[in-house]
């Protein structure tokens, strides 16, 4: 008897099942241990019949940190929209920041480790955009409202890198020089903002 074709829910649940399986094993080893053979063991099933839903392993990952992004995205739009914007763009900064101290395997796929670029991957690409979009929302509200004054891409772009780069010590273990990451968040994050304050620059 022939095999019954699949349907699109088989080939769904089938590669987001083999991509909680790398991510299982991402957190047990590291990106570069992980392999499609390695992957397919742990699945049960023949490497051959991985590649039937996945080019490569970057593609794995590929469609694995476009299910993270999204998980950062809902993290983000938690926090209230009836907060005043620039209350909501500090709370938006304090979930990112909770995103990354609660899933740090998640966040550093997604920013620490080179595994393709996002813009490669169509379904990564637009995850991607989603995170990006709230807090350059957010950003251009609190512009809006006179909270803040500046271009609101440079600004969100600072309010990210600094915020990454903060975050990224510590998940490196590296804030070893006599203050850590509760100490010195709330004052990077002020000073940012004081920087861009309609009252500072007049």
């Not at 839903?53 to 694995?64: Q, T």
């Not at 995205?73 to 101290?101: I, K, M, N, R």
């Not at 920013?111 to 393709?116: E, K, L, S, T």
């Not at 509200?141 to 975050?167: E, F, M, N, P, R």
Request: aromatic letters at 10%.
């Amino acid at each position: 008897m022939p095999r019954k074709p699949l349907t699109d829910i088989d080939i769904e649940n089938f590669r987001k099942s083999y991509c909680e399986q790398a991510y299982a094993l991402y957190q047990q080893e590291d990106y570069d241990a992980v392999t499609i053979r390695g992957i397919a063991k742990a699945m049960g099933c023949s490497p051959m019949m991985a590649y039937r839903y996945f080019e490569n392993k970057e593609a794995v990952f590929a469609l694995l940190r476009a299910t993270l992004f999204h998980r950062l995205a809902d993290a983000l739009e938690a926090v209230p929209l009836t907060l005043p914007p620039l209350e909501y763009l500090t709370a938006l900064v304090v979930a990112y920041a909770g995103f990354a101290h609660d899933e740090p395997h998640a966040y550093r796929l997604l920013y620490m480790i080179h595994v393709h670029q996002a813009q490669d991957y169509p379904e990564t690409e637009l995850a991607q955009k989603r995170t990006r979009k709230i807090l350059f929302d957010a950003t251009r509200k609190a512009i809006d409202v006179g909270d803040l004054q500046g271009d609101a891409t440079l600004i969100a772009h600072s309010i990210w890198a600094c915020v990454h780069g903060l975050v990224s010590l510590e998940l490196a273990n590296q804030l070893t020089q006599g203050a850590g990451f509760d100490q010195l968040f709330p004052v990077m994050l002020e000073n940012i903002l004081k920087r861009h304050n309609p009252r500072n620059l007049a």
